[in-house]
């Protein structure tokens, strides 16, 4: 999505009029794709140098400390997967892996992908696994492996 060049930081957050960008799921929370249309304003702003570390709010911290290579390859591999090119998304994960095999946003990838998209639930428990060894306090991890053990034991 590219974003007008007078754009404003609220705007692209918070659009004015006509259509909001997102919709509410039936408990009233806003979507997955409106808070991936909304991350990815974001991101466009970042790189037109728009957004600056002055804005008030929360601010993305890279904790992983992932280079800008790392960086621009899980979003690739994040965009590969929103349009449905699995293969291609794979591809990218596990060359990141190979280069890094303690990765804990690679292989969150890599489980979410293979529990969400190719349903390959032992293999998304194992990856997330892997994670909690690395960080056994990732709650989301912890939880998204414990409902694809419970996929697992549906017949």
Known sequence: MCLHPMTSIDEAIHPSSGYQGFSLTPTGSLSMTSLLHRVRNLRNLKRNNTLDGSMAGPSWK???????????????????MEKMDIT?????????????????PVLNNLAHMNGRYLSDFEKAVEYYEKVLEIEPDNAWARDERRRYQRYLTYD
Not at 62 to 79: F, G, K, M, P, T
Not at 88 to 104: F, M, T, Y
């Open 88 to 104: 291609g998304a794979e591809e990218i994960l596990l060359r990141l892996l190979e280069d890094d095999p303690k990765c804990v």
């Open 62 to 80: 890279n904790v992983y400390r992932l280079s800008d290579s790392q960086i621009s390859s899980l979003d690739e591999a994040e965009e590969k």
